[in-house]
C-alpha cells in the first residue's frame, strides 16, 4: 500500500469512524496509528504481542483497535463491493471479450477456503476436502479483479456447487432479470451447475471437437481472473491464510475487511459507481437433500409431481439450466463459424 493510497483510507475511515462515534470510545489514539495496528496484523501473521512490541504499546490496545477498525471495514464493503450497473457490465464484457474473445462475460466466480481453528460448535462441519478447519468463501471478480459479489461464511464441508446455490447472488439471478442481461453471463469450473447466467466448460471426454475446444480454451483464459483475484488477495493479506479465531464471526469479519482493502487498493479510494439494486429477499436456496442432487444431474423424471409446484425457485433452476445449454451451443456455434 503506498503512502497515497493510505492516506485516502485514513480519510475515508477515519471520517466514518468519527462520524459513527467510533472515534469516541478511541480517544488518545490517532486514526492513523489505529489503521497502521489493522494493517499489519493483516498483512502479517504476527501475534498480537509482536505487534504491540513494534508500536510499543499492550497486545490488548492492539486487539481493540483491530476489531474497531475491521467493524468499520464491513460496514462500508456496500460501498467498495458492488455489482457492476448496466453501463459498467458492457465495459466489462468488451474487456474480457477483447482479451479472451468470449463474448458477453461479466465476472468469473469461484470460492476458496479461508482455514481457521477448528470452531467450538459443531467443528465437523467446517472439516473441507483437505482435511483442514474452513470457511467456503465465494467471489466473482471483473477483468481488473475488483470483487463484484461476495459470499462469506458457509461451511468447508460445502462445496463451491452448493456454496452458490445458498448464496443471495444465485437466487437474485434467477428472479431478477435486470442483474443481467440475456447475453451476458458469469464464468465458473465444471462443478457448477451450467445455467445461462453462468456458463460452465465442457467435459472433455476425448471426442471434444475443434470448436469445443476453443470454447473450454476461451472460458479459462477469462475464469483464471478469478484465480488471480484470490492469489493477489492471499498475498497482499496474509493473515487470511490461517485466522486464529474460534469465534466464525470475527472471522468473517476480517475476511470480509480484507476483500474491502483489496477493492479499496485498485479502485485508489474511488467508490465504485452507484447502483441501487431493487429489493431483493435475503432468504437463500434452500437444498432439497437428494431431490436437489437429481437436479444436479438433470433427473427430473423422479421428482414428486407437485414439487416443482410448490419450489418455484427450483423450477426457475431448471429452465435456466436448459436455457444454458442453449447458450452454450450458440457460443459453440460462433467459434466454429469463425473457424
Avoid at 209 to 217: G, L, S, V
Avoid at 237 to 253: D, G, M
Wanted: glycine share 4%; with cysteine.
Amino acid at each position: 500500500m503506498t503512502r497515497v493510497t493510505f492516506e485516502i483510507l485514513h480519510e475515508v475511515v477515519g471520517h466514518y469512524m468519527f462520524e459513527r462515534g467510533i472515534m469516541q470510545r478511541l480517544s488518545g489514539y490517532d486514526v492513523d496509528l489505529i489503521l497502521m495496528h489493522t494493517l499489519w496484523i493483516l498483512a502479517t501473521p504476527d501475534s498480537y504481542r509482536s505487534v504491540a512490541t513494534q508500536f510499543n504499546t499492550t497486545p490488548s490496545t492492539v486487539y481493540r483497535h483491530f476489531i474497531k477498525v475491521v467493524e468499520a471495514l464491513c460496514e462500508l464493503a456496500p460501498r467498495f463491493i458492488k455489482w457492476p450497473s448496466q453501463e459498467e457490465r458492457g465495459v466489462i464484457a468488451n474487456a474480457f471479450e477483447a482479451y479472451s474473445g468470449f463474448p458477453g462475460v461479466v465476472g468469473a466466480c469461484d470460492g476458496t477456503y479461508m482455514v481457521i481453528n477448528a470452531p467450538i460448535v459443531q467443528p465437523r462441519r467446517y472439516i473441507d476436502r483437505h482435511h483442514q478447519y474452513s470457511l467456503n468463501t465465494q467471489a466473482v471478480c471483473d477483468h481488473n479483479l475488483v470483487v463484484r459479489d461476495l459470499h462469506v461464511g458457509e461451511a468447508g464441508a460445502l462445496t463451491d456447487a452448493r456454496v452458490f446455490r445458498r448464496s443471495p447472488l444465485c437466487r437474485q439471478l434467477l428472479t431478477n432479470p435486470d442483474k443481467l442481461e440475456a447475453n451476458q453471463h458469469m464464468l465458473g469450473y465444471s462443478i457448477y451447475m451450467l445455467t445461462d447466467k453462468l456458463l460452465t466448460p465442457i467435459r472433455n471426454n476425448g471426442r471434444l471437437t475443434r470448436a469445443q475446444k476453443a470454447y473450454n480454451y476461451r472460458l479459462s483464459r477469462c475464469r483464471v481472473r478469478i484465480e488471480h483475484c484470490f492469489g493477489k488477495i492471499f498475498s497482499q493479506w496474509r493473515r487470511l491464510k490461517f485466522l486464529e479465531s474460534y469465534n466464525i464471526e470475527y472471522a468473517v469479519k476480517t475476511i470480509v475487511a480484507c476483500f474491502v482493502l483489496h477493492n479499496f487498493m485498485i479502485l485508489e479510494g474511488h467508490e465504485v459507481h452507484d447502483f441501487v439494486d431493487p429489493d431483493e429477499p435475503d432468504d437463500v436456496i434452500e437444498d432439497q437433500d437428494d431431490m436437489a442432487e437429481q437436479l444436479l444431474e438433470g433427473d427430473y423424471d423422479n421428482l414428486p409431481e407437485d414439487f416443482l409446484e410448490r419450489n418455484p425457485i427450483v423450477r426457475l433452476l431448471q429452465e435456466a439450466r436448459v436455457a444454458g445449454r442453449h447458450k452454450r451451443n450458440e457460443i459453440v456455434q460462433r467459434f466454429a463459424d469463425l473457424n
